[in-house]
């Protein structure tokens, strides 16, 4: 995927969460910053520098997740701030 994709796929994901779904942010794991607390990631544990697995609150294994990359990061904290004006 590009990173116009991915920011696409960031943005969709921050507008659409469905009421049903915890609040998710970006988390520090080691070193870098992971999307988690939605309900396909309530728990996690690190795989890698980059990678982490998402498990549910039923502890049902759901994937792998990337490391956010910085624009990624900026987006999101872009969006917190519109929305709290």
């Known amino acids: 995927m590009n990173l116009y994709s991915n920011l696409f796929i960031l943005i969709l994901s921050l507008v659409v969460l469905p009421s049903s779904i915890k609040s998710a942010a970006p988390m520090l794991v080691g070193t870098q910053y992971f999307y988690v607390g939605d309900s396909d990631c309530t728990n996690y544990a690190l795989h890698s520098g ?29 969006y917190r701030e519109i929305k709290a004006e």
């Open 50 to 78: 980059s990678t982490i697995h998402c498990f549910t609150d039923k502890v049902k294994y759901t994937g792998l997740r990337q490391a956010m990359t910085k624009e990624q990061l900026e987006l999101y904290n872009s």
